[in-house]
C-alpha cells in the first residue's frame, strides 16, 4: 500500500508565505515525478508546479516567480514553497505522485488535500 500524506495548509493574509509538504511511504521502488496541483471552488483542478526524478521543474504561469517545488528524495518528499501570495491562490492543494512500484509498472497516487486559503 503507498500513502501520499499532505501537510502545512492554512490562512494568510495576501503577501504572506506558506510551505506545504508531500510525503510518500510505502511499497515503491521509486518515484518518478510528484506535482502539486489546486482547485477553487466552482474552477476545474489545476496544475501548479512539478518536478521529476532528475529535479527538472515546471510551473503554471500564475505562479511562477512566486512558487518554488523541490524534493528530498531521501525522505520521499516533496515541498511547495509559496510566497507573494494572493488572495486568488486560495484553494485546496493536492500531491500527486507517479510511482514506480515492483515489475517496473507506474501507478499514480493522490494525497487528501490541504486547504490554502488567502484573505486580503
Known amino acids: 500500500q503507498v500513502q501520499v500524506v499532505e501537510s502545512g495548509g492554512g490562512s494568510v493574509q495576501a503577501g504572506g508565505s506558506l510551505r506545504l509538504s508531500c510525503a510518500v511511504s510505502?511499497?515503491?521502488?521509486?518515484?518518478?515525478?510528484m506535482d502539486w496541483y489546486r482547485q477553487a471552488p466552482g474552477k476545474q483542478r489545476e496544475l501548479v508546479a512539478g518536478?521529476?526524478?532528475?529535479?527538472?521543474?515546471n510551473y503554471a504561469d500564475s505562479v511562477k516567480g512566486r512558487f518554488t517545488i523541490s524534493r528530498d528524495n531521501a525522505k520521499n518528499t516533496v515541498y511547495l514553497q509559496m510566497n507573494s501570495l494572493k488572495p486568488e491562490d486560495t484553494a485546496v492543494y493536492y500531491c500527486?505522485?507517479?510511482?514506480?512500484?515492483?515489475?517496473?509498472?507506474?501507478?499514480?497516487?493522490w494525497g487528501q488535500g490541504t486547504q490554502v486559503t488567502v484573505s486580503s
Open positions: 500527486h505522485a507517479n510511482i514506480r512500484k515492483l515489475l517496473g509498472h507506474l501507478y499514480d497516487y
Open positions: 518536478i521529476i526524478s532528475s529535479g527538472s521543474t
Open positions: 510505502g511499497s515503491i521502488v521509486s518515484i518518478n515525478a
